[in-house]
């Protein structure tokens, strides 16, 4: 029987830095509120909360599988 860990060194740095581009992804959707419920905010359906955000936080999905998907050659 192998005794393996089931994620290397590589393998858990990889998986934290898809974890940090996630992040990266939430951030870049945050912002855009008013404090008067009255007015319309235009800058909520701008291109970075509609278009770069979600592909940086599929992005690092992506990495995350990757990262737990992986294995080492022997």
């Given at each position: ?14 998986l934290?830095a898809?974890?940090?581009v996630?992040?990266?992804g939430f ?16 800058s ?5 909360r509609?278009?770069?955000a ?9 990495v ?7 294995r080492?050659?022997?």
């Open positions: 029987m192998d005794k393996k860990p089931a994620l290397t060194r590589k393998g858990l740095k990889l934290l898809g974890l940090l996630m992040v990266a951030i870049l959707m945050m912002g855009g509120g008013l404090t008067d419920p009255q007015t319309f905010n235009y909520m359906f701008d291109f970075r509609l278009v770069a979600p592909v940086v936080i599929v992005a690092g999905v992506t995350v599988i990757v990262a737990i998907v992986r080492e050659k022997e």
